[in-house]
């Protein structure tokens, strides 16, 4: 029979212990993750202030329009146009105006509201005065 060797499991070289490459390879891929965080971070706000940057635009833009809207349904300005283009037109008379009351109308629903069944639904009524006309 072969003898056998007494120094068979004594190994020559340098021995790294599993539990420390297991702690380090857990680091490396908590650091590359907080990295890749980090620029998604980054890259988003950069997007938030190029959108805040327009939204402030578009907010300038709109109140100009709405300022140069609220001018040109000014009176004085309707009745220059009016001029301007030739078309002869004169304010009502009292009685041609008509009064539209509150119908119980929601701005974004258009179906009336019921109040009570007995009452009819009134979607405009005439309000004319008997002053002095």
């Given at each position: ?5 007494k ?14 490459a297991?702690?380090?390879i ?39 329009e ?15 146009s ?52």
């Amino acid at each position: 029979m072969a003898r056998r060797k007494k120094n068979r499991k004594k190994i020559d070289g340098f021995v790294f212990p599993t539990p420390v490459a297991g702690l380090i390879i857990l680091g490396a891929i908590v650091g590359i993750a907080y990295l890749w965080l980090g620029s998604c971070a980054e890259a988003l706000g950069g997007q938030i202030k190029e959108l805040e940057v327009e939204q402030a635009k578009l907010q300038k833009r709109f109140q100009n329009e709405q300022y140069k809207w609220t001018r040109l349904k000014a009176p004085r300005n309707i009745e220059e146009s009016l001029a301007k283009y030739g078309i002869a037109m004169v304010w009502p008379r009292r009685d041609q105006v008509v009064w539209l009351a509150d119908a119980g109308l929601n701005e974004f629903d258009p179906a009336p509201r019921r109040s009570g069944a007995a009452q009819p639904e009134r979607y405009a009524r005439v309000r004319r005065s008997e002053q002095h006309e």
